[in-house]
């Protein structure tokens, strides 16, 4: 099993910046590949951006790339989320998930169902 935890998340003006973090325990051997969705009231969860520990291989959703950029912190076993010239359409409840080692290898890191663990959310808010 493996336990996320979300932080960062906050309310900001347009054109300004959030770093989320998503700090993982448990099999993060097994499952080593970690995505960040959102979901925003009415709207079906977007997968953003997605990482795959071993290799550093990043995925990007065509709306958030340029914008947002994952990274990792192996030692720590924190995902993070750097998120720049955010706008209105940004705000959503964000989530940290992971999944199986093998998931790259399917082509469906920005996909929901591939992913088996999720964090609670960390609510993102951008006024204009």
């Known amino acids: 099993q493996v336990q996320l935890v979300e932080s960062g998340g906050g309310s900001v003006q347009a054109g300004g910046s959030l770093r989320l973090s998503c700090a993982a325990s448990?099999?993060?051997?097994?499952?080593?590949?970690f995505g960040w969705f959102r979901q925003a009231p009415g709207k079906e969860r977007e997968g953003i951006a997605a990482i795959y520990t071993p290799s550093g291989n990043e995925y990007y959703a065509s709306s958030v790339k340029g914008r947002f950029t994952i990274s990792q912190d192996n030692a720590n076993h924190t995902v993070y989320l750097q998120m720049n010239t955010l706008n209105p359409e940004d705000t959503a409840m964000y989530y940290c998930?992971?999944?199986?080692?093998?998931?790259?290898?399917?082509?469906?890191?920005?996909?929901?169902?591939?992913?088996?663990?999720w964090g609670q959310g960390t609510q993102v808010t951008v006024s204009s």
């Open positions: 448990g099999d993060t051997i097994r499952y080593n590949c």
């Open positions: 998930a992971a999944g199986p080692s093998t998931l790259p290898g399917r082509g469906t890191q920005l996909i929901a169902d591939s992913y088996n663990y």
